[in-house]
């Protein structure tokens, strides 16, 4: 048995997902573990690896993901490509995340910077 796409297996075989919105060429849904209230994931209906598998998708995709983010005052648009990178799910998902002041939440590379040289 080969490991199903979880997305895929959303889109493909009604795999229980909670969707928010709905495109032509995507879908918005509630993640498993939603980082702030409002997290939302915008992915594909068509299987791309991650955003450079194919990239006209990708901008479609953005768009969706931007047209959710305007629905709040402030939000991370994130997408990974490759395991280097945070990407744990290999179907292109680009994450909206609304973001509050107070919210807590730190990103990866929050305080961080190149050292000099690099």
Not at 4 to 32: K, S
Not at 65 to 92: C, D, K, W, Y
Request: hydrophobic share 45%.
């Amino acid at each position: 048995m080969t490991n199903r796409c979880p997305f895929c297996a959303i889109l493909d075989d009604g795999a229980p997902a909670t969707i928010v919105d709905q495109w032509r060429e995507a879908i918005a849904i509630v993640p498993l573990n939603p980082v702030t209230p409002g997290h939302l994931l915008v992915i594909p209906r068509k299987h791309v690896d991650d955003a450079t598998t194919w990239p006209t998708l990708t901008g479609v995709v953005m768009k969706y993901a931007a047209e959710i983010a305007a629905r709040t005052p402030s939000a991370n648009i994130i997408t990974s490509i490759g395991a280097e990178a945070t990407q744990t799910v290999f179907h292109l998902h680009v994450h909206v995340v609304p973001r509050r002041a107070s919210d807590g939440l730190h990103l990866p590379w929050t305080g961080q910077q190149i050292a000099a040289g690099e």
